[in-house]
């Protein structure tokens, strides 16, 4: 797929994972529109890749239709990546025996599945109306999982939940929008130092990578109890 005269909508664009991928699509040739809930990390990277910024919620229907129409306004919406997303560290089973509390599990999933089919949906919408490439291709949807989907450690019962479905999604989707010519896809990385990890914790970050290569398999920090984690 050739991205000069397209536009390509990155959601969680003003930073990490996201960021970096809009920058790659803009000098690839794409116009980038990135969607975020920080408006001011957001713009910035934006002006940087003379591309528009669209500050949006990806769990509300209003926030995601306007980034999808900023997008298709103007060029055709060909590529839609989606790395918006939050974590959580909280055991199932806190060390006083206090349940995980069913309002972040539910934000969780909210944000991290809900949202991610709420922007599938509506760049799929978006992308429908695109006159096929010579392969007969409309667009492309890459979202974001994480190694958790498949290796959860401990703490990360929202998290991991949250991007399985993630992984569960995709196939179904991809079945159902080949009969338009949109491909779907998702990626499951494993640590990456972003800003934000390294803001928390930084060596927090080596010691995770550590514990996560144990034959055991246990990774999550003990002392973790209650606390948001950015992967
Ligand atoms: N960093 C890692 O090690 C790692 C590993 C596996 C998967 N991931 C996943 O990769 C994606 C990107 O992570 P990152 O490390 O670059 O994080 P990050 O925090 O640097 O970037 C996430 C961006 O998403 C935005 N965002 C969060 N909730 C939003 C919402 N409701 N609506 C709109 N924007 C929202 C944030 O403002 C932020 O700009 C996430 O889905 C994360 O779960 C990260």
């Keep these: 797929m050739t991205l000069e005269n ?6 969680g664009g003003a930073s990490g994972m996201g960021e970096a991928i809009a920058r790659r699509l803009a000098d690839a040739g794409a116009t980038v529109v ?3 809930r920080d408006a001011s990390k957001g713009e910035k990277v934006a002006a940087d890749l003379d591309g528009r910024f669209v500050p949006a919620d990806v769990t509300d229907e209003t926030d995601v239709s306007a980034a ?14 989606h790395c918006a997303g939050i974590g959580w560290a909280e055991r199932t089973l806190n060390r006083a025996g206090s ?5 972040t599990f539910r934000k969780v999933l909210d944000v991290n599945l809900v949202g991610t089919f709420n922007v599938l949906r509506l760049a799929a919408s ?18 974001t999982a994480s190694a958790a989907a498949y290796d959860g450690q401990i703490g990360q019962a929202a998290y991991s939940a949250s991007k399985g479905g993630v992984v569960a999604l995709t196939l179904t989707t991809a079945r159902d ?15 990456v130092d ?37 992967e």
């Design 126 to 143: 978006g992308m429908s109306a695109n006159e096929p490439d010579d392969g007969g291709e409309r667009g492309v949807i890459i979202n």
């Design 6 to 11: 397209t536009t390509a909508l990155v959601t």
């Design 68 to 81: 999808v129409a900023a997008a298709t306004a103007l060029a055709p919406l060909r590529t839609c990546v």
């Design 194 to 230: 972003t800003p934000l990890r390294v803001a928390r914790d930084g060596a927090g970050a080596q010691s995770l990578h550590e514990r996560r290569s144990r034959p055991d398999g246990c990774g999550h920090p003990h002392a973790a109890q209650v606390g948001r984690v950015e």
């Design 177 to 191: 929008l080949s009969a338009v010519g949109i491909r779907v896809c998702t990626i499951a990385p494993g640590l």
């Design 34 to 36: 990135v969607l975020d």
């Design 99 to 103: 349940p995980h509390s069913l309002e």
